[in-house]
Every structure is written in structure tokens, then in C-alpha cells.
């Protein structure tokens, strides 16, 4: 067990409509991170949040946004669902700001789109 | 896009041989870290060598890294069923972002 925590495991949902993915990070960890995984484009990093402020930013759509709250858990909202978004979509969590060590991942959202 | 391309892309083996991955990546890095992921399942962080170390061990892990060539190794040594599992290298680029490769699916065969 990592020590994050991901809800839902598991959503299916429509194409147009919009989800809230929700991370809760490691105790004591500031950072959290959010990941993209699907078969076509691999591990994809989308966006990086430190103590509520968003520190790094990847290949995250302008349909996705993201943010950490003060209690340090974080949302991805999806919205305006396409097909190509159906995915799993992990959070991770590390103590510090940079991507120098080690982060801990979560057992990921899978989310299907129809 | 990806900083680091692991190779092979699948390896099957027999139970007690022993495993060799490879990630080749584009670009300086701080340090690479190899993650194992079981099937849908998260990540798991496995071990992480800096830009100043040539090798590191971990239990049966043992890891090469050779910023000349820009290229890592991971060997796991007396591999297992239970090591079945992808394997992906990750590097953090000049954006400070861990980006991970493709991934080597192993297949550990009792």
C-alpha cells in the first residue's frame, strides 16, 4: 500500500460529459502529481501541484484541469469527454517540490468513455 | 513525449534466468528511476540511481547507468513468476517533470 488514495477505481461514463477524479496524497507529502495511461501514448505526465500551487504543467488538454486543495488532496476534472480519453489515470504524491526522488503512486481511476 | 525508450520492448524467460532491460534516454538527467507495475495496477518505485553513480543494488536488482551513452540497465538476477510485471525507466528533464518510457513487459514463466 503506497498511501494514496485514488476515488473512483472505476467510472464509465458518456462522451460530452464531465468526471472529478479525486486524489488524496501520502501523509505529509506536499506534491501531487497526475498521470495519464493508456494503450496508444504510454505513462503521459499531465500536471504537478505543490502545497496548492501548480508547479509543473505537461500534456494536460485545456478540456482537463486540475487543482490541490489546503488539505493537500487533489481533483482532476475531465470535461467535454472524447472516446481518447478513456484511460487510467493515476495520482502520486512526494514529499518534496522537485522530481528528484522517489513518488508513490496510487492504484489509478480507470475511466471508460462510450 | 517520452525522455526514455526501454528495450526490449517484451522479454519472456524461464523462471531462475536472469533479466536484462535497457532505457536509452535523450537528454541530462538529475538522476533515473525504474518503476515496476503490475497488471493495472500502480506504480511502484523499484530503485534510483543519480547522474554520479555508475551502478547501484538493490536485492536482486542491480542497476547500470551510463550518461555518455545516455543509456540505463536494469538486470534482475534469479527472476520469479512474481516478477511478472512492466518495467519502465524515468528520468526528470530540464521542466523538472519524471518523464517515464514505454515500458518492458517481462514475463517470468514458471
Known amino acids: 500500500d503506497s498511501g494514496v488514495t485514488q476515488t473512483p477505481k472505476h467510472l464509465i461514463t458518456a462522451t460530452g460529459q464531465r468526471v472529478t477524479l479525486r486524489c488524496s496524497p501520502r501523509s505529509g507529502d506536499l506534491s501531487v502529481y497526475w498521470y495519464q495511461q493508456s494503450l496508444d501514448q504510454g505513462l503521459q505526465f499531465l500536471i504537478q501541484y505543490y502545497n496548492g500551487e501548480e508547479r509543473a504543467k505537461g500534456n494536460i488538454l485545456e478540456r482537463f484541469s486540475a487543482q490541490q486543495f489546503p488539505d493537500l488532496h487533489s481533483e482532476l476534472n475531465l470535461s467535454s469527454l472524447e472516446l481518447g480519453d478513456s484511460a487510467l489515470y493515476f495520482c502520486a504524491s512526494s514529499a518534496g517540490q522537485g522530481n528528484t526522488g522517489e513518488l508513490f503512486f496510487g492504484e489509478g481511476s480507470r475511466l471508460t468513455v462510450l | 513525449s517520452q525522455q526514455g525508450e526501454e528495450d526490449p520492448q517484451a522479454l519472456s524467460i524461464q523462471e531462475g534466468e536472469n533479466a536484462t532491460m535497457n532505457c536509452s534516454y535523450k537528454t541530462s538527467i538529475n538522476n533515473l528511476q525504474w518503476y515496476r507495475q503490475n497488471s493495472g495496477r500502480g506504480l511502484v518505485h523499484l530503485i534510483l540511481i543519480r547522474s554520479n553513480e555508475r551502478e547501484k543494488h538493490s536485492g536482486r536488482?542491480?542497476?547500470?547507468?551510463?550518461?555518455?551513452?545516455?543509456?540505463?540497465?536494469?538486470?534482475?538476477?534469479?527472476?520469479?513468476?512474481?516478477d511478472t510485471a512492466s518495467y519502465f525507466c524515468a528520468t526528470v528533464n530540464a521542466g523538472n517533470m519524471l518523464t517515464f518510457g514505454g515500458g518492458t513487459r517481462l514475463m517470468v514463466k514458471p
Open chain 2, 61 to 82: 536488482l542491480r542497476v547500470t547507468l551510463d550518461t555518455s551513452k545516455k543509456s540505463s540497465s536494469l538486470l534482475i538476477t534469479a527472476s520469479r513468476a512474481a
